[in-house]
């Protein structure tokens, strides 16, 4: 069975910096590309990162480059997104993806059950 599972979330003030991890389980992930998306309330899920896991090749969405870091840890089987100088429209719940075809694309074939991040002004 695979199992996506988020953790790190939480309530940071504008600016902060929160890291978000997502334990991968139950199948070989090596060719998959895993990332992150997110929601915010009213508005739809949204791309946020991407790492393919054998290349370490990245993707951004253009709201959070510069600012947020997606790596892999290979020995712990393990999607981390590192997210700085956060500012209060990163509120959302954020979830753990994994697509055969990339997930910036919309081929997710895998989620996680998401985590909560709150950014206060």
């Known amino acids: 069975q695979v199992q996506l599972i988020e953790s790190g979330g939480g309530l940071v003030q504008a600016g902060g910096s929160l890291r978000l991890s997502c334990a991968a389980s139950?199948?070989?992930?090596?060719?998959?590309?895993m990332g992150w998306f997110r929601q915010a309330p009213g508005k739809e899920r949204e791309f946020v990162a991407q790492?393919?896991?054998?290349?370490?090749?990245?993707y951004y969405a253009d709201s959070v480059k510069g600012r947020f870091k997606i790596s892999r840890d290979n020995a712990e089987n393990t999607v981390l997104l590192q997210m700085n100088s956060l500012k209060p429209e990163d509120t959302a719940v954020y979830y753990c993806?994994?697509?055969?075809?990339?997930?910036?694309?919309?081929?997710?074939?895998?989620w996680g059950q998401g985590t909560q991040v709150t950014v206060s002004s």
């Open positions: 139950g199948r070989t992930f090596s060719r998959y590309a």
């Open positions: 790492i393919w896991w054998t290349t370490t090749s990245t």
């Open positions: 993806a994994a697509g055969l075809k990339g997930l910036n694309s919309g081929g997710v074939d895998y």
